[in-house]
């Protein structure tokens, strides 16, 4: 296919795959797609981070849309997600150059505001990409244009959950690529509403499920090793009660203990005086326990819930949760979270680093294209099996799409970054015109694996301008 027939195609795909919230796309009609004004807006696109295909791609979409609409676009991006600075000095330039439009990807929700205030007020209107001010400060922009950070963070959530094959013990480990990017804040945000809010119920059920089980087991050891009944009625020798054979033949305590004499205690249901409690035989039908036990005999313990004295849970090997994870209530479908700020070289350390320490992880998010090469690199050294871990990224770049395809990672999480390059350039000249415009695109995520990777639709997201020209 011509190029000039080429782009045409896309304008129209791309048209066709946003999605909107709250608007209808009717601008996006090809009879108004041409229309010019004799005055060029000038549009100031800033993303996030060199050296990052992600950011190549906004790019390319934004230098595709401003040469078709004919506006005056610069493109900058941030030296790393962590050059705060670096991006703050971007909106001053682009207000020294009377920008009409300033598209900004937030490495810093919070350090943005001022620059950006002081933009506004100097009559720039302000559009974020790919990641957005908090809900409460969305009036600090006009409108956004991206992935649904938090939703895409849920759909790596969904695709994960299966993989808790044992809900007490299995963990996952994130690694963010920011702790200030709503980029990075949200998506974690999504995946932990979904991971914790399935696991930790599953695990409380398997908690209860092993204390039942470790309880029956006790119960039936117990009538394993007294077949005849003997005794049957209190706890076993030297557990806190009368010697064996008084309190199974009597029911009552030894003459001289303390009460009343065999015989009349079992009458009268009274205890022994100082015993604290109700003489043997009473005690298996009022769930009592002999003194100092800390809980109901054995035989018991299954039918009113209770441990073990001193077992604080499920016996060893039953399916507790190893030393360390403290009780349900404090239990966690993560076992950590790190932040590498965007470098490769940080995120495959921190992640050889963490899976070493915690041999628990079963499961690994990473949340954009270089946090997922690193932990992808961590674990290519570490020689893990492919069923060992499931990994999954953000983005997809040619390096992470062979890592997908080589089984280290499951599955990506695809976002859209010509569309949105492409976008945001198309509505922040029709914003620059006056017009108004949605306050959310969406340009939508789709999640790929090995098995659907070749898909014409999954090809056609993942390089557009490639497969097309085919």
């Known amino acids: 296919m011509k190029e000039a027939s080429r782009k045409p195609c896309i304008r129209a795909l791309l048209c066709g795959l946003a999605v909107m919230t709250g608007f209808a796309m009717s601008g996006c009609a090809t009879a108004d797609l041409g229309t010019k004004k004799e005055d060029q807006k000038k549009i100031f696109v800033i993303g996030q981070s060199e050296g990052i295909q992600f950011w190549d791609d906004v790019e390319q979409g934004s230098r595709d849309a401003a040469e078709e609409f004919k506006y005056e676009l610069h493109y900058s991006n941030a030296k790393s997600i962590a050059d705060i600075e670096g991006q703050i000095d971007l909106v001053n330039d682009a207000i020294r150059q009377q920008a009409d439009v300033i598209v900004i990807a937030l490495n810093d929700t919070e350090a943005l505001k001022a620059p950006l205030e002081a933009a506004q007020n100097a009559g720039i209107k302000i559009m974020t990409l790919n990641a957005d001010f908090a809900r409460e400060d969305s009036d600090r922009r006009t409108a956004f244009v991206g992935t649904n950070n938090f939703i895409s963070g849920q759909i790596a959530g969904k695709h994960v959950v299966d993989a808790y094959k044992d809900p007490i013990n299995d963990k996952a480990f994130i690694m963010a690529h920011s702790g200030s990017a709503s980029s990075a804040t949200a998506r974690v945000g999504g995946f932990r509403s979904v991971v ?201 770049n040619d390096a992470e799409i062979q890592y997908l395809r080589a089984g280290i990672l499951d599955g990506l999480v695809v976002q859209n970054p010509y569309n949105m390059g492409y976008l945001s350039v198309y509505y922040a000249g029709q914003l620059a015109k006056g017009q108004s415009i949605a306050a959310n695109i969406d340009t939508g995520v789709t999640f790929v694996t090995a098995e659907n990777i070749d898909n014409d639709d999954i090809q056609l997201i993942l390089d557009p301008k490639k497969y097309l020209g085919k």
């Not at 009268?268 to 009022?286: L, S, T």
């Open 196 to 396: 914790e809010s399935t696991i930790q119920p599953l695990a409380g059920q398997a908690r209860a499920a092993a204390a039942i089980a470790a309880a029956q087991a006790a119960a039936q050891a117990a009538a394993q090793a007294n077949p005849d009944g003997e005794n049957a009625g209190g706890p076993p020798e030297g557990a806190g009660g009368p010697p064996a054979g008084v309190q199974g033949d009597q029911g009552g305590a030894p003459e001289g203990a303390g009460g009343p004499p065999a015989g009349v205690q079992g009458d009268q249901g009274g205890a022994p005086e100082g015993a604290g409690g109700p003489p043997a035989g009473v005690q298996g039908d009022q769930g009592g326990a002999p003194e100092g036990a800390g809980g109901p005999p054995a035989g018991v313990q299954g039918d009113q819930g209770g441990a073990p004295e001193g077992a604080g849970g499920p016996p060893e090997g039953a399916g507790g949760p190893p030393a360390g994870a403290g009780d349900m209530g404090d239990f966690s479908a993560v076992a950590g979270q790190m932040t590498c700020n965007g470098d490769v070289n940080t995120a495959k350390a921190q992640t050889m680093q963490f899976l070493q320490e915690h041999p628990e992880v079963k499961i690994v998010l990473a949340t954009n294209e270089s946090s997922t090469l690193g932990v992808c690199q961590a674990i290519q050294e570490m020689d893990f099996e492919p069923d060992d871990l499931e990994v999954i990224g953000f983005n997809a």
